[in-house]
């Protein structure tokens, strides 16, 4: 199985996430994060599968409307960012790009 890493700014991307669907109903914001967390798990396995955009592979998250940005090096993939798709994609774009330098 492949490692994989997480930038700093996931954990906020992720705390982002909850704080949204916490707001609508509570225990939503824990299960959104307990999902994306699998999905991101679930790339030691099925990493460099997914189609490219903005310079990354963009893994379609499975129960809540979200990409998950990630890097293959050669030891491991980098997750990037875990972004509402629902955002402006030109912000998308914006957040994928910086966080890759």
């Known amino acids: 199985m492949r490692r994989v890493v997480a930038l700093a700014e996931v954990a906020a991307d992720l705390e982002r996430a909850r704080s949204f669907y916490e707001a609508q109903a509570a225990g939503v914001g824990d299960y959104c994060v307990a999902s994306l967390l699998a999905d991101?798990?679930?790339?030691?396995?099925?990493?460099?599968?997914?189609?490219?955009?903005?310079?990354?592979?963009?893994?379609?998250?499975?129960?809540?409307?979200?990409?998950?940005?990630?890097?293959?090096m050669p030891e491991e993939t980098q997750v990037v960012a875990v972004l509402d798709l629902r955002r402006d994609p030109a912000w998308i774009r914006n957040q994928v790009t910086k966080r890759q330098h």
């Open 40 to 72: 991101i798990a679930s790339l030691a396995l099925f990493h460099g599968i997914h189609r490219r955009q903005y310079g990354c592979l963009r893994l379609l998250a499975n129960r809540f409307p979200f990409g998950i940005y990630y890097l293959e």
